[in-house]
């Protein structure tokens, strides 16, 4: 099993950033894929970004140049660094992980989410 717990949500202003940490615990030499996903009041989840052990990344199109994805697989960590938020940012953001053989979207394991609310 695996165990991912979010941190650095919190309340900003439009054009302020944030940035916020996954810690991973538990079997995490099965992790391959780890990942971003976001979910704003009445609309659905969505992937925001995704890094591999590797490094390699992808995000959702429309974040691209706003938000930066990046691991420190000596912590168990992953980060997304969120700047010039805009009031559309505003939702609940989980971390998701995926086994070795998996994609991220095929992920089992998620976190508890932390809030981001973006507002003057």
């Known amino acids: 099993q695996v165990q991912l717990v979010e941190s650095g949500g919190g309340l900003v202003q439009p054009g302020k950033s944030l940035r916020l940490s996954c810690k991973a615990s538990?079997?995490?030499?099965?992790?391959?894929?780890m990942g971003w996903y976001r979910q704003a009041p009445g609309k659905q989840r969505e992937l925001v970004a995704g890094?591999?052990?590797?490094?390699?990344?992808n995000y959702a199109n429309s974040l691209k140049g706003r938000f930066t994805i990046s691991r420190d697989n000596a912590k168990n960590t992953v980060y997304l660094q969120m700047n010039s938020l805009k009031p559309e940012d505003t939702a609940v953001y989980y971390c998701?992980?995926?086994?070795?053989?998996?994609?991220?979207?095929?992920?089992?394991?998620w976190g508890q989410g932390t809030q981001v609310t973006v507002s003057s």
């Open positions: 998701r992980a995926a086994p070795l053989g998996y994609a991220l979207g095929l992920g089992m394991y």
């Open positions: 890094i591999t052990s590797g490094g390699s990344t």
């Open positions: 538990g079997n995490i030499f099965s992790i391959n894929a």
